[in-house]
């Protein structure tokens, strides 16, 4: 079976700074692994996916991610927050590309 | 292009009764899929369908019925509506292979 965790509920971080979110999953095989973001009252939006290759990936609002086989975790990465990015950020596994199993979530403020 | 629309965007039911949740989408996806999101729970698979005439069961499918007759449309059914079915619905599709889904901006049911 499927999983994945992301540890952290709730990360609060300063306009300007790094973040990184965690991402942990658990599967037998290589993995399809996407990070989605979720802004209040909206649907969940692609970030970036990864299928195979290059083990970092680069995604829409200067996000990238980087897929650790040895760590099974593909950790969500941006140099420098915008107040925008306030959101919920979830990590998903699939067995394929249609069939995915997300995590709980991470809810991401941004401080002035 | 108006991507995935689901209506109602709010719900009200009594417990017992039976209701439909829409979804069509217009960019000629072969996969669908029917997601709940509970607070602290992520997203999980109800039911998916990767083409016409093909659905399957994902991780909580009781209460639940669908049926996929055409590409552009995916209706979920409550059978018997129950307070534990208060959630937000999310429609989701994705072109084969592309991997990556396009959501659409929910249903919010409450069951009293």
């Known amino acids: 079976a499927q999983s994945v965790t992301q540890p952290d509920i709730h990360i609060t971080v300063s306009e300007g700074a790094s973040l990184e979110l965690r991402c942990n999953y658990s599967?037998?095989?290589?993995?399809?692994l996407f990070w989605y973001v979720q802004s209040p009252g909206q649907g969940l939006q692609l970030l970036l996916k990864?299928?195979?290759?290059?083990?970092l990936v680069q995604g829409i609002k200067g996000f990238e991610a980087e897929f650790k086989r040895s760590q099974s975790s593909f950790n969500l990465r941006k140099p420098s927050v915008h107040w925008s990015d306030a959101a919920e950020y979830f990590c998903a596994v699939g067995s394929n590309d249609y069939k995915l199993s997300f995590g709980a979530g991470t809810t991401v403020t941004v401080r002035a | 292009n108006a991507g995935v629309t689901q209506t109602p965007k709010f719900q009200v039911l009594k417990t017992g009764q039976s209701m439909t949740l829409q979804c069509a989408q217009d960019m000629n996806h072969e996969y669908m899929s029917w997601y709940r999101q509970d607070p602290g729970m992520g997203l999980r698979l109800i039911h998916y369908?990767?083409?016409?005439?093909?659905?399957d069961q994902g991780e909580v499918p009781n209460g639940y019925n669908v049926s996929r007759s055409t590409t552009e449309d995916f209706p979920l059914r409550l059978l018997s509506a129950a307070p534990s079915q208060t959630s937000v619905y999310f429609c989701?599709?994705?072109?084969?292979?592309?991997?990556?889904?396009?959501f659409g901006s929910g249903t919010r049911l409450t069951v009293v």
């Open positions: 369908s990767v083409g016409a005439g093909i659905t």
């Open positions: 989701a599709s994705s072109f084969q292979g592309a991997g990556g889904y396009t």
């Open positions: 599967y037998g095989a290589t993995p399809y």
């Open positions: 990864y299928f195979s290759g290059d083990t």
